[in-house]
């Protein structure tokens, strides 16, 4: 069973930074592909990025592609999403999620989710 845990949301204000952290179960960085998604209130839950088990392709959602870095540390088991230059849109609860093989946008085949983490911008 794959458990993934976020962490390092909290309250910037806009044009800061923040680092989320995805913790996962023991060797699922490898060979998982990891995402991130987001959810603010009142809508649905929206793709951000993804990183592929090799390590070495990512995707990102064009309203972050630029901004927004993923990565990972297969040592430590833990994906990180560099969050730069945030602007108030950004503000969601953002979820870790996992799939064995799949490495797209479609947030309902993705089996395994963390529990998220709030990140509020402001003005």
């Known amino acids: 069973q794959v458990q993934l845990v976020e962490s390092g949301g909290g309250l910037v204000q806009a044009g800061g930074s923040l680092r989320l952290s995805c913790a996962a179960s023991?060797?699922?960085?490898?060979?998982?592909?990891m995402s991130w998604f987001r959810q603010a209130p009142g809508k649905e839950r929206e793709f951000v990025t993804l990183?592929?088990?090799?390590?070495?392709?990512?995707d990102y959602a064009d309203s972050v592609k630029g901004r927004f870095t993923i990565s990972r540390d297969s040592a430590k088991n833990t994906v990180y999403l560099q969050m730069n230059s945030l602007k108030p849109e950004d503000t969601a609860v953002y979820y870790c999620?996992?799939?064995?093989?799949?490495?797209?946008?479609?947030?309902?085949?993705?089996?395994?989710w963390g529990q998220g983490t709030q990140v509020t911008v402001s003005l």
């Open positions: 999620a996992a799939h064995r093989y799949y490495a797209g946008r479609d947030r309902r085949l993705y089996p395994y």
């Open positions: 023991e060797d699922t960085i490898r060979a998982y592909v």
């Open positions: 990183i592929d088990r090799s390590g070495a392709g990512t």
